[in-house]
């Protein structure tokens, strides 16, 4: 059973660019959240996604940042015109069930932003 | 106030020697509690739950105070492998979404 898979692993793009980041959650895991750890800096929850439904977005900046999770594939979080304080490690977790509180996280992506 | 205060460390302790963290959280009706292992550059990794009557998974102790809203780690007979940052996290909503994290504490285990 493969862990939450994240690609890419590493992502560089230039100032102004559009920046796709891809998570698969665990087979058989419906709930996706995105976090965000600044360097030196904690985790920070950005948003929570079920299948086709934003569920809590209250951590995501309200411009350039989207996220996603279609009924097929895997979900997106996209930061458009990116700047050079969005480079941070990316992590994305799933769980089975919103009653679950255990959340298994995949390795992150890291976005360096030159 | 962080939500989630962690004393950043390092700490840097011997071989075989014992180990304790403290965190403590700004929100009183917060469900429930959790100390995650993150190596560097890597993703964090659930170690244990922490309960009220406390709990113990082989040389870790995790123990919580509700009324001083204070969580701890102890970590007995340090391992270097025990090396990484040990992140205190909160959940306060009772289901996996929102994790509170600490910005974490470091240690370092050395022979």
């Known amino acids: 059973n493969a862990g939450v898979m994240q690609n890419p692993r590493h992502l560089v793009r230039r100032r102004g660019q559009e920046a796709r980041l891809r998570c698969s959650p665990m087979?058989?895991?419906?709930?996706v959240y995105w976090y965000r750890q600044l360097p030196e800096e904690g985790l920070k929850f950005m948003v929570y996604?079920?299948?086709?439904?934003?569920?809590?977005e209250s951590g995501m900046p309200k411009e350039r940042f989207s996220a996603e999770f279609p009924k097929e594939g895997p979900s997106i979080l996209r930061i458009q015109q990116v700047v050079r304080g969005d480079s941070a490690a990316y992590f994305c977790?799933?769980?089975?069930?919103?009653?679950?509180?255990?959340?298994?996280f995949g390795q992150g992506t890291r976005l360096t932003v030159v | 106030r962080k939500e989630v205060e962690q004393d950043p460390g390092p700490f840097n302790v011997p071989e075989g020697a014992t180990v304790a963290f403290n965190c403590t959280y700004s929100n009183s009706a917060s469900q429930s509690f959790f100390w995650y292992r993150q190596d560097c550059r890597k993703e964090p990794k659930l170690l244990m739950s922490v309960y009220s009557s406390g709990n113990e998974d082989g040389r870790f102790t995790a123990q919580l105070n509700r009324a001083s809203q204070y969580i701890s780690l102890l970590i007995r007979d340090s391992k270097l492998s025990d090396s990484a940052t040990y992140l205190c996290v909160v959940n306060p909503t009772g289901t996996a979404s929102k994790l509170t994290f600490g910005t974490g504490t470091r240690l370092q285990v050395t022979l």
């Open positions: 087979k058989g895991h419906s709930h």
């Open positions: 996604l079920q299948k086709e439904n934003i569920i809590d």
């Open positions: 977790a799933s769980s089975d069930m919103p009653g679950n509180t255990e959340a298994f």
